[in-house]
Every structure is written in C-alpha cells, then in structure tokens.
C-alpha cells in the first residue's frame, strides 16, 4: 500500500472518470512544508497562523512574520498556498493580549472580530502577507466570518494596506485570491450572497459542526452531537458549493472532515474543488479518489441530502463504494 501511495506523489489527483480535484495540506509553521513536499501536497489550504503567536510574551513584529510567510511560499515554488489570518479566542489563548475572560469563548470575541477592532494587530500581519506575496502563490483567508459587512472590512483594510505599500514602491502581488472560513451556519446559508463578493470558501468544519449542532467541540459529554455527516451539515456543504460554482469561484474544505474517508466521497459527489487536510493523509485520499467515481455518486446527491440520520448516510456510502 505504501508503494501504491509513494507513486501518487507527484501526480494530480484524479477521480476514476477524470474529474480533477486538488489536496493540499493543513500547516501550523514553515517547517510543515517538509512533510507536505514529502506527502505529494498540491500546496497549502491552511497555513493557522496563530502557532506565530503562541508560546511568546509579545506580538511578532511584522519583520518575523514577512520572513515566515515568505518562506512558506518560496518553498512552495507556485503553488498555491492559503493563508489564514489571526483566529484567537475560542480555544487559542494569548495571554499578553490580556483578554477578558468570557462565559462562552467560542462564541465570543475573537478571530475576525478581535482583528477588526485591534487594528494595530491586524494591519502589521496584513502587510507582511502582501509583501510576501511578491515570493509566490498567495491567497489570504479571514476566518469566523458570520456577516458580509465584516469581509468588506476586513479586505477594505487588507486593500488599505495594499495602496500604502505601493506607494512605497514595495512589490505586491496583484493576482491574491481573498477568501473566507465558511464555520459560522448565517454564512453557509447565505453562501449566495457571499460568493458575489468573495474569491473563493474554504469550509471549516470544525467549527461548522459544533455550530450547527450546537455541540462544544471540546466536551466529550455531547460529542455524540458532533457529527459530522448529519444531513444538516451535508445540506449546508451542498449549499456553499453550488453558491460558488454559480460564480465560477472555488469551494475548499479545510476542517479534519476533508481528509475522513468516509466524508471523502461525499465530498466528491457534491464537488468540492480543494481538500486541504494534514499531510499525512494526502497520499491515502490520492488513492481512495483515483477509485472513485465522482459521477456515480453524484448520481445519488439527493437522496443522500435528503437522508434522516447521519448513520444512514454512513451505511449508504459504504454500500455505495464497496
Ligand atoms: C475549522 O474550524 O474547521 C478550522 C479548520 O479551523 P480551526 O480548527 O483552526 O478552528
Ligand atoms: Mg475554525
């Protein structure tokens, strides 16, 4: 089997029909790009920046940043690679921000909401990714996003910050994607509206399923509500999908659901575009979607939409995939 995978490794990846998707790797710092050359990662889908933050007494200056991003994407040489700003709070704590504790942290202030309103952060983080995006494939991602009016923001600093370089003569890329998380249920239903204005979704279903279900990801007492191929959260896959394909943009997933292998075919049968996931399971989902028809089980989408129970889902899979 180890074999079967190590040929994959430098090819595209392909269903048994030849429809195209991409897999790419899940990286907390630059030195996960070892493993996901290793693995045969067609590039990076989340690079979590917070690991630049965490386990310091200070903000990184926007120097130590520029040098990690730039890194990441020189050593990707092209390919594309997403990078995700700031998501603190919830449960990735810094401590020198000295923020409040709050009743109920992952619904509480953090990521894009605490970027939006702490500037001073933001903007240096913004400007060490516009300037390396002059090194490579840049695309940049604003997590937690639940209304619209919080991404115009968000890229109107991002464009802010993007004029005040140029002004310096300072090279910046000008084909960067700008995209968002899809983990909060008001965005992933109104996906439609999103997709006019955004580049591109990546769906965070970690955070997706524990919102829909209303189930902490983190509290082993309802982690039987956490599941991940309950209908609703098929539906609201199937939803973010399709909006972006209506605007000829491209849907990601990026949560541990797209490197499961039971979610695999799912995900394929709805077309999803990219699966970004950890770098050791790239190579094992080459091989699973080379066996796979994304026809044939597109063929059963509804039914499997309109299916009661999450464990119905799963049985129907296996069936269908045997
Ligand atoms: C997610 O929510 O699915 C996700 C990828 O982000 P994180 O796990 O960092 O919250
Ligand atoms: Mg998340």
């Known amino acids: 089997q180890q074999e079967e995978w190590a040929k994959l490794k ?6 048994k029909e030849g429809e195209q998707v991409e897999l790419v790797a899940n990286i907390g710092t630059p030195n996960d790009i070892d493993g996901v050359l290793n693995n045969g990662g067609e590039g990076v889908g989340l690079y979590r920046t917070e690991f630049l933050y965490m386990g310091k007494s200070e903000l990184p200056s926007e120097e130590e940043q520029f040098e990690a991003y730039k890194t990441v994407l020189e050593r990707m040489d092209g390919k594309p690679v997403v990078v995700r700003t700031l998501d603190v709070g919830g449960d990735k704590e810094l401590s020198y921000l000295n923020l409040p504790k709050e009743m109920n942290p992952f619904l509480g202030f953090r990521a894009i909401r605490f970027c939006l309103e702490n500037e001073a952060v933001f903007r240096p983080q913004l400007r060490a990714l516009l300037r390396a995006s002059a090194y ?39 084909d960067i994607e700008v995209g968002i998380m899809v983990e909060i249920p008001s965005t992933a239903v109104t996906a439609k509206q999103f997709a006019k204005e955004v580049d591109f979704f990546s ?51 990026c949560g541990e659901m797209a490197g499961d292998p039971i979610a695999i075919p799912i995900l394929l049968g709805l077309g999803l575009d990219e699966f970004s996931m950890s770098a050791t399971s790239i190579l094992p989902a080459r091989t699973q979607i080379k066996n796979l028809s994304k026809k044939d089980i597109s063929k059963h989408k509804e039914q499997i939409l309109s299916m009661r129970t999450a464990d119905e889902v799963v049985e129907f899979i ?3 995939t045997e």
Do not use: C
Not at 229 to 247: R, S, T
């Open 136 to 174: 490579g494939n840049l695309k940049i991602m604003f997590p937690m996003i639940a209304t619209l009016e919080e991404f115009r923001q968000a890229k109107s600093i991002l464009l802010d910050e993007k004029k005040s370089l140029k002004a310096d003569d300072v090279k910046v890329s000008e």
């Open 318 to 320: 296996r069936e269908i």
């Open 203 to 253: 769906i965070g279903t970690n955070d997706l399923i524990q919102y829909t279900m209303a189930a902490d990801r983190m509290n082993e007492r309802v982690s039987y509500l956490y599941q991940p191929y309950h209908p609703a959260i098929l539906n609201l896959v199937n939803n973010v999908i399709q909006a972006a394909h209506k605007e000829g943009k491209w849907t990601g997933m």
């Open 10 to 15: 430098d090819e595209p990846t392909f269903s």
